[in-house]
């Protein structure tokens, strides 16, 4: 089976950096996806990591270490629509590649 | 642009009711689900398909059915509504192992 933790809720500045961690036990990986939802509206892709290292795209990086089952998502000069909810979501290694999500992590941007 | 449609974003239904939800997706991918997301549990998996005709239980499969018969349409079927599945529900689609597309999803109150 699969276990992601994220935390719930967190809070930052306009104009500042936040990064939102996410931590998973899998019996196989095959993948990390970020997902962006806004209240009341579809969670949209952000990115994916399937190897060690940082994805860079924009003012969104992600970062995944495999050996130690963490991954970041960081957010650079905070704007305030980016105020919303980050998905972490791990893909298995088996034959329908299945996608689980964590609960997610509420990020609140104030002026 | 992708589009996965939703056939309705708010519907209001009793208890025992036959439900239907229909999900659309005009990008012929293969890989269709069905999840329901819930205050503090995050985007839960119910049913997925991976073929016309073809369908998989995911994690929370009880009390729900699907069907697909034809590759853009994948249908949600609760047989008899109870209240504990008021819930936002969101359709997704993808092509072999790509990032999921979802819908804009329902939100569905059994009173």
């Known amino acids: 089976g699969q276990n992601i933790d994220q935390p719930t809720e967190m809070t930052a500045t306009e104009g500042a950096i936040v990064q939102i961690n996410c931590t998973y036990q899998t019996s196989g990986f095959n993948g990390l996806f970020w997902y962006q939802q806004h209240a009341g509206e579809a969670p949209t892709f952000l990115s994916y990591?399937?190897?060690?290292g940082l994805e860079e795209k924009g003012r969104f990086s992600s970062f995944l270490s495999r050996s130690k089952g963490y991954s970041y998502l960081l957010l650079k000069e905070l704007q305030m629509k980016d105020s919303a909810s980050y998905l972490c979501?791990?893909?298995?290694?088996?034959?329908?590649?299945?996608?689980?999500f964590g609960t997610g992590t509420k990020l609140q941007v104030i002026p | 642009d992708v589009k996965v449609t939703q056939s309705s974003r708010y519907l209001v239904k009793r208890t025992g009711e036959k439900v239907f939800l229909e999900c659309v997706q005009d990008m012929d991918h293969e890989n269709m689900f069905w999840y329901r997301q819930d205050p503090g549990l995050g985007l839960r998996l119910i049913y997925f398909s991976y073929d016309v005709k073809m369908k998989e239980k995911g994690d929370i499969p009880e009390g729900y059915s699907v069907s697909r018969e034809k590759k853009e349409r994948f249908s949600l079927i609760l047989e008899s509504a109870s209240t504990n599945q008021t819930s936002m529900y969101l359709c997704a689609s993808r092509p072999g192992s790509q990032p999921q597309h979802f819908g804009d999803g329902t939100r569905l109150s059994i009173l």
């Open positions: 990591n399937v190897l060690d």
């Open positions: 979501a791990v893909r298995s290694s088996g034959g329908y590649q299945k996608v689980t």
